[in-house]
């Protein structure tokens, strides 16, 4: 699921029988214990999403990664933290047992947000790129650890099987929490990052990590306040391990018997040493893994809502007149109809799909991984729509050349750039601008001649210089003079706007932009000419305290504010250096739409199909391996984005959609070949191994666990 990856049908019990046991229920009383590993769980996943809901702005926002780079570690991190699942699962099977491991390990958890949270401290001077990294890493393998522990702790606190039907309300509400903690953190955690000020900061990303560290830390005392009514089994060992010990003893032993002692599988070697139940069991687990070879690449474009749909959402408007979405915000769609959903598949989707002909677990996984290809084209929709309202970037061999008009007189203009620079029309607070200047060396240096046939007006010549990568601008004040500068054309990589005041008027005119709600965010001397990122929204300009003008700052945009006087007015123009973000976010809707209802039918029906085809004690080595297929996803993310095959976003999200496709292809072609091992055969194998002890106990191999 979304929100774990996992749901209440993942983790039932395959083999309860409620009708046989609900009578004799009443005689076991509910484990209260229970709901502290209930509220654990919440504040947990409050952490986790709400961390990480923010992660990718604050990588590119803060510490000023490129979107790439920015994609890269948070993949990185997502497979660290699926990478660490195994590990857990055998400290706590091997070694320190559920209860501990969730102790210790949720302290490394916590600490690694509170190495974040002070590392975003920005007045603190720390090395906050050193601090993510760190912190980053010890909620990877806190989180990762503790992952495959919680849900099956839980579950040892249920008396089986006269409990089953109490244990499936546990796992409801243990779900519920789970998607609670996510919806709520994913909705809050962006509004604490850039509603609340902090620090003498604008934004306050050490509340938006902070707030999530202390629900770890309280998760932890939640957790600890019912150790003494926890039911605390003893190590039985990891099967994961005994799996892997006789698939290794398999191999050695097939190179050393081969030829004397041929058998009719390869996994039947292990039969001296590990026995006929476990080499079965092994063999049904391989006939099954053989299915989970296609299913990483889904995880690979599921998880990209917290990265590359989350810096699209930066590219877009969400200002709904009432309400203003944040980028990182839209990713809260995904817990939200998670809930919505799973009740609606039940009793609508599914029965829908059935009269298609879509019955079978296989078909809806396969169809879920479509869906997640059709999201992906529906971003690529979205990707092509964006595209005009990018900033063309100066490129290496050309330089950007932009003049600005600060005169109330009408040019014409002549220079020696050649091209559509070398002749055009400059009228009053105006500009012109060729983006594609051809600078072979470090500089370039040319003329300008500007004739006029304005009253009171004076022709303007000179020289100038372009440089090579960068964005030159020029600015005619009153004096006739031209002041040059280096311009930059991007959209702000903190979600605001950028405006430059080139004001034609007495240098010691005071200037201010008065936001309709923050007040002036904008106080300075009409020679100050630097770019400035301020909020979005409505705006008065103010010279020397009087309105002179009443603008709407578009997120996104880059403006040049141009004001010269007029006799005894003020005359004020703002022009548009580069496009503000018009397009609405209400457009990702359809993606996320599309991406969750494929998940609901590729997560619960993969693992629900895995739990009814696995034997009972490889029930919990297949959870494991569900999540190693979503940390296989994400490095697929990290491969494929570090490879950098295209430099435009539109062709990036077509790949993944057609790799889906073909995935989805693979998945279907496995399928059919796919023949289930029946589990009748472990009832059969179990009951020759016990007659054979009784026949010949001494005689008689246990397996080795």
Not at 508 to 520: D, R
């Amino acid at each position: 699921m979304s929100t774990d990856n996992t749901s209440e049908k993942d983790i039932m019990p395959s083999n309860s029988n409620v009708g046989d046991v609900e009578s004799d229920q009443k005689k076991v009383r509910y484990p209260f214990s229970v709901f502290f590993i209930i509220s654990n769980e919440f504040c947990e996943r409050f952490n986790y999403y709400g961390m990480r809901t923010i992660l990718s702005l604050y990588l590119t926002r803060k510490l000023l990664f490129d979107d790439d780079i920015a994609t890269i570690i948070y993949h990185s991190f997502t497979t660290l933290v699926y990478f660490f699942c195994v590990f857990g699962a055998i400290l706590a099977d091997s070694l320190l047992g559920k209860f501990h491991t969730i102790v210790w390990l949720s302290i490394v958890y916590v600490t690694g947000s509170v190495v974040i949270t002070l590392g975003a401290v920005e007045p603190w001077n720390m090395p906050a790129m050193a601090l993510t990294f760190v912190g980053l890493g010890l909620i990877a393998l806190g989180s990762g650890g503790i992952k495959p522990c919680v849900a099956a702790f839980g579950g040892e606190q249920f008396k089986m099987p006269e409990q089953a039907k109490q244990l499936a309300i546990f796992f409801s509400m243990f779900y519920f929490s789970i998607n609670l903690g996510s919806f709520i953190s994913t909705l809050v955690t962006p509004i604490l990052r850039e509603n609340v000020k902090c620090f003498d900061m604008d934004d306050c990303y050490p509340f938006g990590f902070g707030l999530p560290a202390i629900l770890m830390a309280l998760s932890i005392i939640i957790f600890l306040a019912g150790k003494f009514l926890y039911k605390i089994l003893p190590n039985q060992g990891n099967m994961l391990v005994k799996v892997c010990k006789c698939i290794g003893n398999a191999i050695s032993t097939k190179r050393k018997e081969k030829l004397t002692s041929p058998r009719e599988h390869w996994l039947d070697y292990a039969e001296g040493k590990y026995g006929r139940k476990l080499v079965l069991e092994t063999k049904i687990l391989l006939n099954i893994l053989v299915l989970y070879i296609p299913l990483p690449l889904f995880w690979a474009l599921f998880d990209q809502q917290g990265s590359r749909w989350t810096f699209q959402a930066t590219r877009m408007n969400g200002d709904l007149g009432w309400f203003t979405i944040k980028p990182d915000q839209m990713q809260v769609i995904n817990p939200f109809l998670i809930l919505v959903f799973i009740p609606l598949y039940e009793v609508a989707f599914y029965p829908l799909l059935n009269l298609l002909g879509i019955r079978r677990p296989l078909q809806k996984i396969t169809l879920g991984g479509i869906f997640a290809g059709v999201a992906f084209l529906c971003s690529m929709g979205v990707e092509i729509y964006l595209e005009p309202t990018y900033p063309v970037l100066p490129s290496s061999g050309e330089s950007q050349f932009r003049i600005f008009n600060g005169r109330p007189c009408t040019y014409q203009v002549s220079t020696s750039l050649g091209g559509n620079a070398a002749k055009f029309e400059l009228p009053p607070n105006s500009y012109f601008s060729d983006l594609h200047v051809n600078v072979p060396e470090e500089t370039l240096s040319f003329t300008y001649a500007l004739t006029t046939n304005t009253a009171g007006c004076t022709d303007v010549e000179g020289t100038g210089q372009l440089k090579n990568g960068e964005a030159n601008s020029f600015f005619l004040t009153g004096a006739n003079a031209v002041t040059s500068y280096t311009d930059d054309i991007d959209k702000s990589r903190k979600g605001l706007s950028s405006v430059r005041i080139l004001a034609n008027i007495e240098a010691t005119s005071n200037v201010v932009l008065q936001h309709s709600k923050e007040g002036a965010v904008y106080n300075e001397t009409a020679s100050k000419y630097d770019l400035e990122e301020i909020q979005t929204g409505d705006y008065e300009i103010k010279v020397d305290g009087n309105v002179v003008g009443k603008y709407k700052i578009i997120i996104g945009g880059v403006y040049a504010i141009m004001i010269h006087q007029k006799g005894n007015q003020y005359v004020t123009d703002v022009l548009i250096v580069t496009e503000p973000n018009s397009v609405s976010m209400l457009w990702l809707i359809p993606q996320y739409v599309i991406m969750t209802l494929g998940e609901v039918m590729y997560s619960v029906t993969g693992l629900q199909f895995s739990y009814t085809q696995a034997p009972e004690s490889m029930k919990s080595v297949l959870q494991g391996c569900w999540q190693l297929t979503v940390g296989v996803g994400n490095l697929i993310v990290t491969i494929i984005v570090g490879a950098k095959f295209f430099n435009s976003q539109t062709y990036e999200f077509l790949l993944f959609a057609l790799l889906m496709f073909v995935d989805m292809g693979i998945f279907m072609w496995l399928g059919i070949r796919y023949k289930p091992i029946p589990l009748d055969q472990l009832k059969n194998v179990e009951e020759d191994d016990n007659e054979t002890k009784k026949a010949d106990p001494l005689d008689f191999k246990p397996h080795d666990n």
